[in-house]
């Protein structure tokens, strides 16, 4: 009898497991695609007030993007290019070209709550973490399973992560980022999706900084169109000068 109880609690972990892995497949499936371009806006909701930043967003399968904003007239002009896991920023102010590396990484983007380490992970979550499925549960009147993702290597920005999933539409509702040390670094939440091509996305969402005051950066994203035929002159530095 105690057999059994052991083989059925094993079978019952290993198909836990492999719905977790297949959870996390779906969601790399739905949002990742071999070229999209995007507008979105970025408000930045600081203590002083908040800040209101456009951009459009060329992104060319999942390692390479280029980044250009449009307003205020403080930020129009400045450019951003990333090739794999290089990152280059450019300044019409300065007229200067920088690789960020180091402890730039761990900047802030334009004073957001998303750092420029943030912008170099690996997007497929199925690279780069374990999942196991810990529950499931209503999240804003959509059922949801809770997944808890444990990385893969030790130079993973985030250790673990914490994601609830809508059931039906296979996007993260919500995701708690964490330390090797368990303390809680960032949290994400979407508030609104939207429908491109037959894929739930992501349209409204809060990145919050737990280690900063402020009530995050809200993230909308004003239009978006998958597109494989990306100019290919965007993705190089000559780009970031023109």
């Known amino acids: 009898m105690k057999k059994i109880i052991l083989l059925l609690s094993l079978l019952t972990f290993w198909l836990s497991a ?3 892995e297949n959870i996390l497949r779906k969601i790399d499936a739905n949002r990742l695609s071999d070229g999209k371009i995007a507008v979105m806006t970025m408000t930045i909701r600081g203590r002083r007030g908040d800040r209101t930043i456009s951009a459009r967003v060329w992104q060319r ?3 390479d993007s280029f980044t250009e904003y449009l307003s205020p007239a403080r930020e129009k002009g400045t450019k951003m290019l990333k090739l794999g896991d290089q990152l280059w920023t450019y300044s019409p102010d300065t ?3 920088i690789l960020i590396s180091g402890h730039l990484l761990r ?3 334009l004073g957001s709550d998303m750092s420029y ?4 992970e690996d997007p497929y979550l199925l690279n780069t973490y374990t999942a196991s499925l810990i529950g499931e549960e209503i999240l804003r009147e959509r059922p949801v399973w809770a997944l808890d993702l444990t990385a893969k290597t030790a130079d993973t920005a985030y ?3 914490k994601l609830w999933v809508d059931k039906e539409r296979y996007i993260a509702l919500k995701e708690e980022l964490y330390a090797q040390s368990g303390r809680l670094l960032k949290l994400l939440e ?4 939207m429908q491109v091509n037959k894929r739930w996305l992501a349209k409204t969402m809060t990145y919050k900084d737990a280690l900063k005051d402020g009530d995050g950066t809200l993230v909308n994203i004003e239009s978006l169109e998958f597109n494989d035929q990306l100019p290919e002159h965007l993705f190089s530095k000559a780009a970031l000068r023109k």
Do not use: C, F, G, P
């Not at 380490?117 to 170099?120: F, K, P, S």
């Not at 979407?190 to 999706?193: F, T």
């Open 190 to 193: 979407v508030s609104a999706v």
């Open 18 to 20: 492999e719905s977790a």
């Open 61 to 63: 399968n999942s390692k």
């Open 159 to 161: 250790a673990r992560r």
């Open 95 to 97: 007229d200067r070209t």
């Open 117 to 120: 380490e943030d912008m170099l």
């Open 107 to 109: 900047q802030s983007v």
